[in-house]
């Protein structure tokens, strides 16, 4: 299994309050993702990024923000959680020659319920 | 964007029998993979398969990229393969598309 961790796992926060979430990676991918999975949504595709620094918008990306200070490490941002965010978030990896689609391996998800 | 679509929607069998899982997309794909998501959330790789044929024990997945159509096969079911099945698909340097999945039922 790739080596890719979430934290937290559970999260219960309240409605306005600032919230992050953390992928960390050992497999040293450059491609590295952040999706939601809502029920007859399957999963959808909110930030992704290419390299260090380098970060760009998924299909639903308004309300998020993200950050990659390391290679290793993805941050995804709730900068004032709403109750439309409750959903369980996934981090995903890739190496890509040259593609953003490479092959693409998932973390163990973080559920997030927002009051 | 591209559209995916998985059928059956839901498909409740008996352990021990076979089953076949579908994948139909709008565009030419140069990704298509297949995941497993275990009633613990987990998803699970099963195959990168743009085009081709591959197996892995009991699962195999053909896909057919002229015909815009992937097919997963799951022989000799087991209650471990109960779950939900998700295709994903991608064109050109597009990001992946999910379906909206298969829900395997085996019951013992």
């Known amino acids: 299994d790739a080596g890719i961790t979430q934290s937290p796992r559970h999260k219960v926060t309240e409605t306005g309050t600032p919230v992050t979430l953390r992928c960390h990676q050992t497999?040293?991918?450059?491609?590295m993702y952040w999706y939601r999975q809502d029920p007859g949504h399957g999963l959808r595709l909110i930030h992704y990024?290419?390299?260090?620094?380098?970060?760009d918008k998924g299909e639903v990306s308004d309300g998020y923000s993200v950050s990659r200070s390391k290679t290793e490490d993805f941050l995804l941002t709730l900068e004032s959680a709403t109750s439309s965010q409750t959903s369980v978030y996934f981090c995903a990896i890739s190496e890509s020659p040259g593609q953003v689609t490479y092959e693409q391996y998932f973390g163990p998800g973080t559920r997030l319920t927002v009051t | 964007g591209i559209q995916v679509e998985q059928s059956p929607p839901d498909l409740i069998l008996q352990e021990g029998a076979n089953s076949t899982l579908r994948c139909n997309f709008s565009d030419s794909v140069n990704n298509l993979q297949w995941f497993h998501q275990n009633p613990w959330g987990q998803l699970i790789n099963l195959f990168y398969i743009p085009s081709g044929t591959k197996q892995n024990g009991r699962l195999s997945a053909t896909t057919v990229a002229t015909e815009r159509y992937s097919l997963l096969y799951i022989s000799s079911s087991q209650t471990t393969d109960s779950g939900v099945y998700f295709c994903?698909?991608?064109?050109?340097?597009?990001?992946?598309?999910f379906g909206t999945g298969t829900r395997l039922t085996i019951i013992p």
């Open positions: 497999e040293n991918h450059r491609y």
């Open positions: 990024s290419y390299g260090v620094k380098d970060t």
């Open positions: 994903a698909v991608a064109v050109g340097n597009e990001k992946l598309t």
